[in-house]
């Protein structure tokens, strides 16, 4: 059982100290004789403790939490790979590191070349014409680009109302439609999971602005009629919207921009490996077809000659939507990794992906739940509800897992899918990382069999164990209360 960590004032021992000086060979001054009294803090409050005290604490605190740097971290849709640390290096050259957002413009033009480029290269890998890094996450990169289609067809003179978005689609999706003053309709899915045609032709008419894809969707799965998708919105006058959040799966084998995406947004804490969890920074670039390029919020990143600057004379623009530029130390880790792995990483680091999800789906529909057949992509959704004849749930698994030193798929996502269990092992596994998740999985849907109290008690050996969630949310109590042993 690991021991919950105390505060570090818990830890405190009067006189305690993380130093030890020479013997004083000069007359002592108290501070209280040298630094004016305002100035002193009279409630002596510093924890008094060692150097290993410190350490300690740090690190144990730094290890109860699950991490992609601790262990496997199979959370479907969220594309938890591994971080190079070679990014992190770069991102901390002190020349990158120490910029102030309000240097003039002849002294930054280093980093304004490497946003130019990173997004050159998003450009390049999804088949589009312009780009903004503005936006700080998927979901901003979302609002951004819904408000575009908003201001172009303002500037037609068109009046539309509607974005539809499949029933698979991730939450951002309808929140961003709703917030840019849109009304989101809803359209099914068909029987092989993918988003049915009829009901699409049905719901498109001259009050729908764009349709918002998810591609492969939030099952794992390619939208095979894309084409046609785009054809029936597109003669409709609407536009078609990537969520581009899946972009791991085919880097280098698919350009969304040539089969009839208008508008993507990015995730670079996704797919080009800046970290995240934990709330950090992202970065969610929305890139366009030159039909929008005159609504991307301003500034723009331009190059003239071999001169970098920020254009903001843009009459259409929706205009700002980020302090400065956006998270430029995620960029710099974006681009790291972009110009480390090449053109031939990219597509290597998306069959991986590819092989590996495939490779779980294989091993465990056996044991799971398979609602779709079909070879899937980056990740695979299984379900548990054959295990819940022995009174197990999908969040019992999750929480079983735990007690292995698993993260725990994402659950209960794609809503359309009961007791979902969505695995996204990403391409930085090996295969006895694989191994070694799928053993765990077949002996979790055996001991639901043998020992299904196992499950329902679990997480049984974590820090904290299975909280009540709704109480949680609804009685918020963060006060710090010692345990009595
Ligand atoms: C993660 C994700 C988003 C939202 O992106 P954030 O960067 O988390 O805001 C949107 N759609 C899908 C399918 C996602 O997986």
Do not use: W
């Not at 993380?18 to 004083?24: A, H």
């Not at 594309?79 to 770069?90: G, H, Q, R």
């Not at 290597?348 to 609602?371: F, G, M, R, T």
């Not at 109290?453 to 050996?461: G, T």
């Amino acid at each position: 059982m690991i021991k919950l960590e105390k505060l570090i004032f818990e830890y405190s021992q009067p006189g305690r100290k993380g130093y030890t000086l020479p013997k004083l060979d000069v007359p002592e001054v108290k501070p209280a004789d040298s630094i004016p009294n305002e100035y002193l803090r009279q409630d002596n409050t510093l924890p008094e403790l060692s150097e290993v005290d410190v350490m300690r604490h740090f690190i144990h605190l730094s290890i109860l939490n699950h991490h992609v740097d601790k262990g496997f971290y199979p959370l479907g849709s969220c594309t938890m790979k591994y971080n190079p640390k070679v990014n992190e290096d770069a991102s901390r050259f002190d020349g990158l590191a120490n910029l102030h957002p309000l240097q003039p413009i002849e002294t930054v033009q280093g980093a304004l070349q490497l946003i130019y480029e990173l997004g050159q290269y998003l450009i390049e890998i999804a088949g589009l014409d312009a780009i903004s890094l503005q936006p700080a996450a998927g979901a901003q990169g979302e609002l951004t680009g819904i408000m575009m289609v908003r201001k172009y067809f303002e500037r037609k003179g068109e009046k539309r109302t509607k974005v539809l978005i499949p029933d698979s689609s991730h939450g951002t999706n309808p929140a961003s439609v709703t917030l840019s003053g849109y009304e989101s309709v809803e359209i099914k899915s068909n029987s092989q999971g993918l988003i049915d045609l009829t009901a699409l032709d049905q719901a498109t008419d001259e009050t729908v602005a764009c349709l918002m894809l998810t591609n492969p969707n939030t099952l794992g799965l390619f939208e095979k009629e894309v084409l046609k998708i785009a054809e029936l919105m597109h003669n409709k006058g609407a536009l078609l919207y990537l969520d581009g959040a899946n972009l791991n799966s085919y880097l280098g084998f698919h350009r969304p921009g040539a089969v009839g995406f208008d508008l993507v947004h990015f995730n670079l804490h996704k797919t080009f490996s800046t970290p995240h969890g934990g709330g950090g920074p992202g970065a969610g670039p929305i890139g366009v077809k030159k039909i929008l390029e005159p609504f991307l919020p301003v500034p723009v990143v331009k190059k003239d000659k071999n001169n970098y600057y920020f254009d903001y004379n843009r009459p259409d623009t929706i205009g700002k939507i980020q302090a400065f530029y956006g998270n430029f130390n995620v960029f710099i880790k974006a681009y790291t990794y972009i110009r480390m792995q090449g053109a031939q990483g990219l597509k290597e680091v998306s069959q991986c992906a590819v092989i590996n999800a495939n490779y779980i789906k294989k091993k465990l529909e056996k044991y799971y739940d398979l609602p779709y057949q079909e070879t899937c992509l980056h990740e695979c959704v299984l379900s548990s509800t054959s295990l819940k004849q022995y009174g197990v749930r999908t969040l019992d698994v999750a929480k079983r897992l735990l007690d292995f030193g698993v993260h725990a798929p994402t659950i209960y996502f794609p809503l359309i899918v009961p007791e979902a269990l969505m695995i996204e092992p990403t391409e930085t596994e090996s295969k006895d990382s694989l191994d070694e998740f799928i053993n765990l999985m077949i002996r979790i849907a055996q001991e639901a069999k043998d020992n299904p109290q196992i499950l329902k008690n679990a997480p049984n050996n974590t820090p904290v164990r299975r909280l009540d969630e709704a109480r949680a949310s609804r009685e918020l109590d963060v006060a710090y209360k010692p345990q009595t042993e």
